[in-house]
């Protein structure tokens, strides 16, 4: 068994049985040439030496072109890219993003400079991640071409592999009747009806103060730490009683408004799994609320106010498992025929008839 071209990244081996394979001295791959001809094998092998050697060439012309446009383009690495981002965040948007840099699957391309990434490598880092894995590295890629970093889409946007999120479900109200029951904490037990009756994320509900309940119009209003959107909802006599409860200044929750949202999730976790309750977080009362005021008629605009969304399909996804009883055509005509009010005809009224009243046509 001869092997030819030693120096070259492709390399000739002829078998026993006199077919020609070639040898990937980068990959260790080997591959049938499907020829039993030297001339033919050689011809192949050369083809492919060239081909790899045309590319580098390519690409260093590339680099030269590129660094004299933007002198950091031959050494800006993906972890440059990272420290980029993080511009202009803060709060639970930098915390975030901060561990998501710390994701493993992310670690490979820290030290990978961006225009010597191909597919493969993001590919990889995808397949060993997670969904936020997924979601952090599009932000990151798009970012990077935002800022024209990269010169084309390492991976095009119709091939990123879809965002498929694992599924979520509304707590329902026997479930919270059973953790109220359970929970001895006075303050986590206030928190929780909290969740209930305002929909609110756990973070912006534990870090209510008492400045944002306007006893005047009996509304509590704040803005979304995640979006920045203003939440607004007017209360009933069940949740003025709960607010009448809790401290009249400063945080409504002192000590949860203090604890990490890990932490809070973890002790939710703890008192469900004592109640075998399975699949529900804390998120899970965001849910809820959207799927309470679908089924009872809430107004869909209202509902975006109180949930601090601006978009109609971030709502819709909320509550996609309401269960709504639609009434027949016939029974809502019926029903709203009664209030019907018939306009008198100014234009053709009705004759005098003398004593004061008017004739009917």
């Known amino acids: 068994m001869k092997v030819k071209n030693i120096m070259a990244r492709f390399q000739l081996i002829r078998r026993s049985s006199g077919m020609f394979n070639v040898h990937d001295a980068f990959t260790g791959k080997r591959e049938s040439l499907h020829t039993r001809k030297r001339a033919d094998a050689i011809r192949l092998v050369h083809a492919r030496n060239e081909a790899v050697a045309a590319g580098m060439v390519s690409l260093q012309m590339a680099r030269a072109y590129a660094t004299a446009a933007d002198p950091a383009m031959a050494t800006r690495t993906w972890n440059d890219v990272m420290t980029s981002l ?64 990269l010169p084309w889409p390492v991976i095009p946007k119709r091939q990123w592999p879809k965002v498929v999120h694992k599924e979520r479900r509304a707590i329902t109200e026997e479930e919270h009747i059973r953790i109220l029951a359970r929970e001895k904490n006075t303050e986590r037990r206030t928190f929780y009806e909290m969740l209930w009756h305002l929909g609110g994320s756990q973070g912006d509900i534990a870090c209510l103060k008492a400045a944002d309940v306007d006893w005047n119009s009996r509304t509590v209003s704040y803005v979304r730490k995640k979006t920045g959107e203003q939440c607004q909802m007017h209360f009933g006599d069940k949740l003025a009683a709960l607010l009448r409860t809790l401290p009249p200044t400063g945080p409504l929750f002192r000590y949860l408004s203090t604890v990490r949202s890990a932490d809070r999730a973890t ?74 009010i018939v306009k008198p005809d100014f234009a053709h009224p009705a004759p005098d008839t003398g004593d004061g009243t008017m004739a009917c046509s």
């Not at 998501?100 to 060993?128: F, M, Q, S, Y």
């Not at 699949?279 to 809430?298: C, I, N, P, T």
């Open 86 to 149: 993080l511009v202009g965040k803060d709060g639970p948007n930098l915390d975030r993003y901060e561990r998501a840099w710390r994701d493993t699957a992310l670690v490979p391309l820290l030290k990978l400079v961006l225009i010597e990434t191909r597919p493969e490598h993001l590919h990889r880092a995808l397949v060993n991640g997670t969904v936020a894995t997924n979601v952090y590295l599009r932000r990151l890629h798009n970012f990077a071409m935002d800022m024209s970093w």
């Open 267 to 340: 002790e939710f976790r703890q008192r469900c799994v004592g109640l075998g309750i399975h699949g529900v977080s804390l998120h899970s009362y965001r849910y809820a609320w959207a799927e309470r005021a679908l089924s009872s008629g809430y107004p869909e605009r209202f509902a975006q106010g109180a949930l601090g969304h601006s978009s109609k399909a971030v709502h819709r996804a909320y509550a996609k498992h309401a269960h709504v009883s639609l009434p027949s055509l016939e029974e809502f005509e019926a029903k709203h025929s009664l209030a019907k």
